[in-house]
């Protein structure tokens, strides 16, 4: 069974940092691409970054210069390191894998159940 556990959201102010962890366990977690998805309310699930399995990074521009994703194929896990948050930033965030392409939404099998961050001005 295939689990992906995400921890390290939370309340932080604008300017602050948080760094997200997401634990995956049931797959060969060296044979996924990982991405980091989040959704506003009343907003679409949207990429934030993905790291493929060869460890090459995407970064959406309205993240771009202030969060890193990377991965950790010996404990499984993917980062997200967000510093310089906005209060747009607020949403919950979601890991997902896929085997497929990872800028597309549709395209990745599994999730977890995500964590809250919320930005206060």
Known sequence: QVQLVESGGGLVQAGGSLRL????????FSN?????????????RELAAATTTAGSTYVADSVKGRFTISRDNAK??????????????????????TRYRYLTVSEYR?????TQVTVSS
């Open 110 to 114: 599994y999730w977890g159940q995500g």
């Open 76 to 97: 499984n896990t993917v980062y997200l390191q967000m510093s310089t948050l906005k209060t747009e930033d607020t949403a919950v965030y979601y890991c997902g894998a």
């Open 21 to 28: 962890s997401c634990a995956a366990s049931g797959l060969t």
């Open 32 to 44: 996924y691409a990982m991405g980091w998805f989040r959704q506003a309310p009343g907003k679409e």
